[in-house]
């Protein structure tokens, strides 16, 4: 290695690159440079707009002036705004001291686990997971526990299997629900099960990454464990954002809601890196938060109607399996049986990278392999897109699998 290749990657960063997902979408955008038809099932964000009065929120941002630094970790008036949301949606009395906003849930969950982990400390990660998880859990020096958690479970963490998977170690259990990639959802019963578990071990912390909260096509509201077992609340910190539910990927703001000393030591950490999020981003936040909701539930309609299309016809592609999720936007389907074909050997196809790569090149529809979320033998796919994309995207995947199954 030359000098400045070595000098430009240090330790800490050995076997970390650029997320996968993030990688497979330059890929796809590159490929469509060339080719107009390609579809990109592949990235994690609602293809929606940004609602207009949260649009005009922030334009007035900036015509107001708003545009200086703000409080390090989030405006007064953005933190009375998430203390309203919680109480509303979640009943959950937070206060002021008990939020910390930061440049969207990303770096709100790069923050509490830079600012708790020492060397050797455990993270549970019920798995498939956002391997984003894995990731930062390493950078900020800890170790990543990944528990397998199989289809058949609907992709959920058992009691049993946190039980076992407790050690003198551990310091949070990393919960995510609705889930990215699997869509699997706990619900009251399964946090309560868990919690049963957590009370026999009082060092131990709960993150809720509650991101995909407003995705959820169950008939039973959300649960979280921090509503759910008031007696855990102390230890739990919520991760949630406006990302997902207002279509606000770009404008980057996230919270946390948790006990005081937990708030200040992440703002130590925000502090020396960012600094504050965007102070107009906060104020269109405010917006979306305190304005009409009705765009959440005509939203999730339509993700639940895209989810239907896209797990049905998924599911007509031979040798395809692909199990209905109770929420967030993503279609995780079995590729195992389909791998496992002689006609795909034969043409190298053997893994779901190989596989992600034949539909990019040859069919022109991004998807992301289930190896970057722990599953290898699985592809995610996001419905995050139109009808018509959905269809034709299914309709070349049939095709190129029946081409592969030829000969
Ligand atoms: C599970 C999960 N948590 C957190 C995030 C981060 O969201 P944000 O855009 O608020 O950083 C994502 C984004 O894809 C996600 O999938």
Redesign the pocket.
Known sequence: MDRWAEFSRSAKLIGIGVSEIIRIGAEARKLAETHQDVISLSA??PDFPTPDNVKLAGINAILTNQTRYTALDGTAELKAAIRRKLKRENGLDYAANEISIG???????FNILMATLDPGDEVIVPSPC?T?YLDMIRLAGGTATMVPCSADAGFRLSPKQLAAALTSRTRWLLL?SP??PTGAVYGTAHLAALAEVLRTAPGVGVIS?D??EHVLYDSAPFATMAAICPDIKPRVVI?N????AYSM?GW???YAAAAPDIIATMAVVQSQSSSNPCSISQVAAIEALDGPQDIITERRDAFRRRRDRIVAGLNAIPHVHCLLPDG?FYAFADMRTLLARPELKRKDIADDTALCRYFLHECHVASVPGFCFGEPGYLRLSYAASDRMIDDALERMKAGVERLLKY
């Open positions: 994690g964000e440049a969207g849930a990303k770096q709100v969950l956002w984003t995510n889930s990215n990454d991101i995909y991760v954002g406006v990302s997902k990927t980057r703001v996230g967030a």
